[in-house]
């Protein structure tokens, strides 16, 4: 029985992948669909690294090339428009998680002033 051979995708079809794969990011946050958009995300960053660990062709045509600007450039604008729709609810999630600590430091300053006199004598 002979083995099949796994041969490594080419970086062209890695950027397809990534441009693929950026696009549903956009449907998910378009839709907040924060869950898939963090599972889409993960698949995009196992893209990137196994870019990043394929050799470049030096003998790539220029049609190709002219391919892989226009995905990086799709990729990028898809990212912007990721970034649109989360940094909005990323903020509110600060924002929410400020006041929570604020409140929780609050409380505990209280809490840890009950029964004790302030100083100046403002308690007593």
Do not use: C
């Amino acid at each position: 029985m002979m083995a099949t051979m796994h041969r490594m995708p080419s970086q062209i079809e890695l950027y397809e992948e990534m441009s693929l794969l950026s696009s549903r990011m956009v449907e998910a946050a378009r839709a907040s669909d924060w869950d898939n958009l963090i599972e889409l995300e993960r698949g995009v960053a196992g893209l990137r690294n196994t870019l990043m660990a394929t050799p470049e062709d030096s003998n790539t045509p220029a049609a190709d090339l002219a391919r892989k600007h226009g995905l990086i450039q799709r990729i990028l604008e898809n990212d912007a428009e990721v970034r649109r729709h989360t940094e909005p609810w990323m903020e509110h999630v600060r924002k929410y998680l400020g006041d929570s600590t604020r409140r929780r430091d609050v409380q505990k300053a209280y809490a840890a002033g009950a029964g004790e006199s302030a100083p100046g004598g403002f308690g007593a």
